[in-house]
C-alpha cells in the first residue's frame, strides 16, 4: 500500500511539474506587461489624414511618439496637414517633415502639444521574443495586444516593402502605423501591414526600428534647415554599392573580381572566395546573393560567409559596409553623367571637372540690351547661336562619356553588384 501511495505521489509530481512547464512561458508573458501597456497608451495618437480629392478622402492610423513633438507612422498619413488626436481626446495639428520611399514610414511634428516619446531599441529582437502592440482607438485609451515574434527579414509586397517583422498580434482599423514594443517599452517596430483574414491566419507585419533610426538620423542631418524652409524632405531609394563581380561555378557561388576602391575591398573580400551565405541564409545562385542587397541602403551593412582557399578557418564572416552609388563612382575611373551649372552674372558656367565653359542663356533678361539697329539684332542672334552651340557641345561630351562608361560595364560582363 506504502508503495503504490508512493507512486502516485510520484506520478502527480510529474504531472503538476508538466503542468508548471507547459505553462510557465505565457506567465512568464503575462508578468510585468501592465506598465508597459500603460507607456503605450500615453505615447500613442489617433492621425486623421484628409486628402484633397472631391470628395476628399479620409484616412485613419495611429502613430507613436519618438520625441517630445516627433510622430513615427506610415507614410498614410503624409496628406495635407493631419490632424491628431491625444490620448484623453485633445486634438493637435501636425506637419509632414519626412517622408521615407525605402520603409514607407513618415515623421510628423506636433505644432501645439508634447507627449511622453518611446525609446528606440538599438537592436534587432530575437525570433520568440514577447512583444506588445498598440493601436489607436480614437479618444480612449489605446488598445494593446500582447504576442511574439514569429519571424524575422520577411519579403512580402513584391520588393515595394522593406524586409519586414512578422508577429502574431491582434490589429484594429487603425493599427497601420502603431508600435510594437518590447517589455521595456522600447520601440522596435512599426506596424506596416496585415494578412487578408479571408487568405491567412492573420500575421501583422512591421517595419524594423532601424529604419526610425535612419529617418531621425536624416532629419538631424538634413532636416533642420528644410523645416524653416517649410520643405518635406522625401528620403528616395538609393542604390547600394557592394563592389564586386560574382561568377556561378555550378552550385558554387565565388568572388570573380573586386573593385578597387570598393566597400567590399576595404572589409578584405578577394578574387576566388566562395559566398556560402549572405546575412545568415545560405545561397544556391547569384539571385540569392544580390536579391538582399535589393532591400538596403547605402551605409547599412551585409554579412557575407565565406570559404577561401588555403585558410585556417573554414569559413569566415565578412560584414560590408555598403556604399553608395555616387561616392564609389567618384573614386573610380568612372563618373556620373551630370552637369553641375553655377548661375553667373553673364548666365551659367558648368562645374564638370576640368572643362569649365560659359553656359550664356540666351533668353536671359539681364543679357537683353536695347535693339537699335538691325547689325545690332544680328549680333545678338549670332550670341544667343553661341551660347545654344556651347550647351550641345558640353552635352555631346556628356554622351561620349556615358557611352564610354556603358562600354566598359559591358566588358566587366554580368552580373555585378
Request: glycine share 10%.
Amino acid at each position: 500500500m506504502k508503495n503504490a501511495q508512493t507512486r502516485v505521489a510520484k506520478i502527480t509530481l510529474a504531472v503538476l511539474v508538466a503542468l508548471a512547464v507547459s505553462i510557465s512561458p505565457r506567465a512568464e508573458a503575462d508578468e510585468g506587461w501592465e506598465s508597459t501597456a500603460k507607456q503605450l497608451q500615453q505615447s500613442v495618437v489617433l492621425i486623421r489624414a484628409r486628402s484633397a480629392e472631391t470628395p476628399p478622402k479620409i484616412t485613419l492610423l495611429s502613430g507613436a511618439a519618438v520625441g517630445p513633438d516627433l510622430i513615427i507612422t506610415t507614410a498614410d498619413a503624409a496628406v495635407g496637414s493631419p490632424r491628431i488626436t491625444l490620448p484623453g481626446g485633445a486634438q493637435a495639428q501636425a506637419k509632414v517633415l519626412v517622408v521615407d520611399e525605402v520603409s514607407g514610414l513618415a515623421l510628423l511634428r506636433l505644432t501645439n502639444a508634447k507627449l511622453p516619446p518611446l525609446e528606440v531599441a538599438s537592436q534587432a529582437p530575437a525570433v520568440g521574443s514577447w512583444v506588445m502592440s498598440g493601436s489607436a482607438y480614437g479618444g480612449e485609451p489605446a488598445a494593446v495586444s500582447l504576442g511574439v515574434i514569429g519571424g524575422a527579414n520577411r519579403m512580402i509586397g513584391g520588393g515595394a516593402l522593406p524586409p519586414l517583422m512578422q508577429c502574431d498580434l491582434r490589429t484594429t482599423n487603425t493599427s497601420s502605423g502603431g508600435p510594437i514594443v518590447d517589455r521595456g517599452g522600447r520601440l522596435l517596430s512599426v506596424v506596416i501591414a496585415v494578412d487578408d483574414g479571408n487568405k491567412r491566419a492573420g500575421w501583422t507585419y512591421a517595419a524594423p526600428a532601424s529604419h526610425v533610426s535612419r529617418i531621425l538620423r536624416e532629419w538631424k542631418e538634413r532636416g533642420d534647415k528644410q523645416d524653416q524652409n517649410q520643405e518635406l524632405l522625401v528620403l528616395k531609394r538609393r542604390r547600394p554599392v557592394v563592389g564586386l563581380v560574382l561568377d556561378q561555378e555550378g552550385a558554387l557561388i565565388v568572388v570573380g573580381r573586386v573593385h578597387a576602391n570598393s566597400p567590399a575591398a576595404s572589409a578584405g573580400l578577394k578574387p576566388g572566395d566562395r559566398i556560402v551565405a549572405v546575412d545568415g541564409v545560405h545561397i544556391r545562385s547569384v539571385y540569392q546573393a544580390v536579391r538582399p542587397l535589393l532591400f538596403k541602403q547605402p551605409g547599412e551593412q551585409v554579412t557575407y560567409r565565406i570559404r577561401r582557399a588555403g585558410d585556417e578557418q573554414p569559413e569566415r564572416e565578412i560584414q560590408v559596409a555598403l556604399g553608395d552609388q555616387q561616392a564609389v563612382l567618384a573614386k573610380g575611373p568612372l563618373r556620373a553623367p551630370k552637369l553641375d551649372v553655377v548661375t553667373t552674372p553673364g548666365g551659367y558656367r558648368s562645374e564638370a571637372g576640368d572643362r569649365k565653359r560659359e553656359l550664356v542663356h540666351p533668353d536671359d533678361p539681364r543679357k537683353k540690351p536695347v535693339v537699335t539697329t538691325p547689325q545690332r539684332q544680328i549680333e545678338l542672334l549670332e550670341q544667343a547661336l553661341d551660347g545654344y552651340r556651347n550647351v550641345i557641345i558640353y552635352q555631346q561630351d556628356q554622351i561620349r562619356d556615358l557611352k564610354k562608361r556603358l562600354e566598359q560595364l559591358e566588358k566587366a560582363g554580368e552580373p555585378r553588384q
